[in-house]
């Protein structure tokens, strides 16, 4: 069982190895749920930094 975020992954993986048929559906789903999530981490990651430098947060350690 898998999480539901990379369940389309995971279910991509299994039908590879057991040798199932390719369904691109599954896939686009999986590769824009992958980009998706890439670019809420960028967001946040780039979110935090401004944070950090606008209220000097790593300047006290």
């Not at 369904?23 to 990651?45: K, T, V």
């Amino acid at each position: 069982m898998a999480y539901l975020p990379f369940a389309p992954g995971a279910h991509l993986v299994r039908l590879g190895l057991t040798g199932g048929e390719f369904d691109r559906e599954i896939f686009l789903l999986a590769l824009l749920q992958g980009l998706l999530l890439f670019g809420a981490g960028l967001w946040a990651m780039a979110y935090m930094y401004r944070l950090v430098r606008r209220r000097g947060i790593l300047g006290r350690f």
